[in-house]
């Protein structure tokens, strides 16, 4: 049996904790949440014991790792009190809202906790892993552009709401489009620059919305291209295109992959699998029992962090802004 705590009982702690709660040998020991009643509500539902504090949940020695699943602009709050816990992490992305944090973090990661997992659930989706597969085994040809689009007409959030607060929650760039960003660092490599017009939450608008499109440049000049917004109406959809010398794969809200050969008919290529967000805690379970290696990384947060602040920087500065190697 292993024991996990949980800091953060609203949308993400508790579709972690629905997850955990199928595999055998997991127990979820403890919660911690500023809002008694929803630590109660998990309390209720999973049987944690409830704790006051991220520094009393992360003390407790039977516990082997802890979920932060709280807002983006508290996880350091969490990050620190499981690191000198020696615990193993899991940390809802974005891992953190600034550069600043991002070296703190960095600082405590350089004291060993056992594991350090991001949680970038579509890596976990069997349609994820079967693009990559793709785009590794040469079949496209040379990787030329990728397009990702985007869009939420749903976004319902108002004043007062730390989702509606750009120094926050960073918009649509830090906290929706990170996802797609870290599917690019992972299927292209490393991005050499980053250019990006957007409204950063503007605050003149009647109410709070948010939109970027961006252009990253990855390594042997492949060009991807995002847009991301939050609006109030309109479509709502996600799609990712790659196009290489040989052809095309598109993945979009479907199980299956739309494959377009060059020359040929479109083809649909199945995937199969375990759904992603259980197979995301399937796998922080196995690194916090030691007995795999994270398959997101710490490194894989701060990559793909550094590019949405770099978007933001664009945004306000309207200038290109070259990633560091």
């Known amino acids: 049996m292993i024991y996990l705590g949980i800091i953060g009982a609203g949308r993400m702690g508790n579709a972690h904790a629905k997850e955990l709660a199928q595999i055998e040998g997991v127990k979820i020991a403890g919660v911690y949440d500023i809002k008694l009643e929803a630590a109660q509500a998990m309390q209720a539902q999973h049987g944690a014991n409830i704790y006051r504090s991220a520094s009393a949940l992360a003390a407790v020695p039977e516990i082997s790792g802890i979920l932060i699943c709280s807002p983006t602009y508290c996880h350091l709050e969490?990050?620190?009190?499981?690191?000198?816990?020696?615990k193993a992490i899991f940390c809802e992305k974005p891992l953190c809202r600034t550069k600043a944090e991002i070296r703190?973090?960095?600082?405590?990661?350089?004291?060993s906790p056992p594991a350090f997992m991001v949680g970038f659930v579509r890596r976990h989706m069997a349609k994820s892993k079967k693009l990559k597969e793709i785009l590794e085994s040469?079949?496209?040809?040379?990787?030329?552009?990728?397009n990702v689009d985007l869009p939420f007409g749903g976004y319902r959030r108002m004043p007062g709401d730390w989702f509606?607060?750009?120094?926050?929650?960073?918009?649509?760039?830090?906290?929706?489009?990170?996802h797609h960003i870290d599917l690019a660092n992972w299927f292209f490599g490393a991005p050499e620059r980053v250019y990006a017009a957007g409204l950063l939450m503007d605050a003149s608008q009647?109410?709070?919305?948010?939109?970027v499109a961006a252009v990253v440049t990855y390594r042997d000049n492949i060009i991807v291209n995002l847009m991301?917004?939050?609006?109030?109406?309109?479509?709502?959809?996600?799609?990712?295109?790659?196009?290489?010398?040989?052809?095309?794969?598109?993945?979009?809200?479907?199980?299956?992959?739309?494959?377009y050969?060059?020359?040929?008919?479109?083809q649909s290529i199945p995937t199969a699998g375990v759904s992603g967000p259980q197979q995301q805690m399937q796998s922080f379970v196995a690194a916090a029992r030691g007995t795999n290696a994270c398959p997101v990384t710490l490194a894989d947060g701060i990559s793909s962090l550094l590019v949405g602040l770099a978007m933001i920087d664009s945004v306000n500065t309207q200038n290109v802004v070259a990633m560091r190697s």
Do not use: H
């Not at 509606?164 to 990170?178: E, K, Q, R, S, T």
């Not at 009647?206 to 939109?211: G, I, L, Q, S, T």
């Open 138 to 146: 040469g079949t496209l040809g040379r990787i030329r552009f990728c």
């Open 261 to 266: 050969p060059k020359g040929k008919a479109k």
């Open 206 to 211: 009647p109410e709070p919305a948010d939109y």
């Open 104 to 111: 703190e973090i960095s600082n405590l990661a350089g004291k």
């Open 164 to 178: 509606a607060d750009f120094n926050l929650c960073g918009g649509v760039i830090l906290d929706m489009l990170a």
């Open 78 to 86: 969490g990050i620190k009190a499981a690191a000198k816990a020696q």
């Open 228 to 259: 991301c917004n939050w609006q109030r109406f309109g479509r709502s959809s996600e799609m990712m295109e790659i196009y290489g010398d040989n052809g095309a794969v598109v993945m979009d809200g479907s199980d299956n992959l739309a494959y």
